[in-house]
Each structure stands twice: as C-alpha cells, then as structure tokens.
C-alpha cells in the first residue's frame, strides 16, 4: 500500500488557524490534499491531526482521517518522523501493510503533482530509505559571514577568502515540502537526513517557508505571480 500522510495539528501559535487558514482561495491544507490525489500516487491520503475542525476541513477535500492524533504527538516539540511513524504502524495493523508513504506539509501549496510522482519513480529506481525536496542556495554557503561578540564580521569559512563564486560548490537545503519514505524506515524511525536519502531538487521559485503572518503574505504573492505566469 502506498499512503500520503499529511500532518496538521492545532494550536499553531505564529499564525492562528495555520493548517486551515484561507490561502490564495481555499483552506492552506486543501492544496496539499488536491495534490496529493491528483497525483495518483496514493491507495489513501490521510491526514493525522489532534483538532477537530482541521479534521473537517480536511474531510471535506477528500482524505481520510481514520485517527485523532496522540496528544503526546501534538505537541511543540514532536518531530516529523514520530508522527508519521505512528501513522505508519496504525495503517499497518489496520488496513494492511505500508510499502511507501509520503509526507506531504499541510502548508505546501507550491508542491506539484509532478513533484510527488518524480519521487515516487525516484525511491523505487533508487531503493533509498527517503527521497525528499531540496533547492539550492542562492549564494554559496563558503561565502558566509558571521557578526563576532565584538560586533565585527568575519567569514565562517575564511580559507574562501580568495575563491571565486563560481569555483565553489553548490550548496542545498531542506525544502521542508514532502518526504517519501519506505514503511520501513517510517516504522523503525530511522532519521530523514541520512546516508541513504536522496534528493529531488526543486526551483528556489517554489519554495517558501510559512513561519509567519510575513511569510504567508509573501507566499500569496508568490502563488499567485506563479497562476499569473503558467496561464
């Protein structure tokens, strides 16, 4: 069985209602749920949430929610890997048993169809334990600089004092989108950034974290340029 498992819990303090709050048309959560199914990728689309109304919402878009969250697993300091692995192991003593499962962020509106069906293909071929989005730095992370207890900058690399741009190596970083996982690795807990994950690299155009009121109103600028773009 292949799932997507899209963890939305309540009481989001940055940014009241998060999961479930209206984004460029329809509830945050719904875009991720519309993508998940349009993908085809997926026997169930679940979501894994501790709140009621997100339940509902989430109901009302089309996926499952076989289960009320642990509150043990809903708190601020739960990790991805715990929460989907809970839903792993529920699914496999309920329903049957988890070959692939997905973890798809109910605030991940820029994630495409394309995007999860690429990683679909890419954990099968590859036989990884995770295969997860990634996008690049936009300078090179050798290039960095910190401000010391003196109040001065000076490199965090400085042996890259003299390089030039273009010699140094590209850097990523997490996208914090989806993750396909085995239901191994889910089951056993195994961490998501480890020497048998590999990477699907996206556009920096498609990433944006949502943290807060700030990086919601930019993203809705974002989205929306993209709709304007693609038409």
């Known amino acids: 069985m292949k799932i997507c498992v899209i963890p ?47 339940a509902k919402v989430a109901k009302s878009f089309g996926a499952e929610v076989p289960f009320y969250r642990p509150s043990e697993l809903a708190d601020d300091y739960t990790g991805t890997v715990a929460v989907i692995q809970h839903a792993v192991n529920w699914v496999s003593e309920n329903w049957g048993e988890v070959e692939l499962a997905c973890c798809l962020y109910a605030t991940a509106p820029f994630v495409r169809t394309q995007d999860i069906q ?23 992370i050798q290039r960095a600089i910190r401000i010391n207890r003196a109040g001065r900058v000076e490199m965090m690399y400085p042996e890259y004092l003299n390089s030039r741009s273009q010699d140094l190596e590209e850097g990523f ?16 807990g195994r961490r998501v950034l480890n020497g048998n994950s590999a990477p699907i690299v996206v556009p920096r155009g498609r990433v944006q974290d949502i943290d807060t009121l700030e990086d919601w109103e930019h993203a809705e600028l974002l989205f929306n340029w993209l709709v304007e773009k693609n038409k």
């Open 8 to 54: 939305a819990r309540g009481g989001s303090k940055r940014i009241p209602n998060k999961n479930i709050r209206e984004f460029c048309g329809k509830p945050i959560i719904g875009w991720s749920i519309e993508t998940a199914i349009n993908s085809g990728c997926f026997d169930k689309v679940i979501v894994t949430t501790d709140d009621e109304n997100i």
């Open 118 to 140: 690429f990683g679909l293909d890419k954990i099968q071929k590859e036989e990884s334990d995770y295969v997860f989005s990634v996008a690049s730095f936009e300078s090179p």
């Open 173 to 188: 970083y997490n996208a914090g989108q989806f993750y396909w996982g085995t239901g191994e690795a889910w089951s056993a």
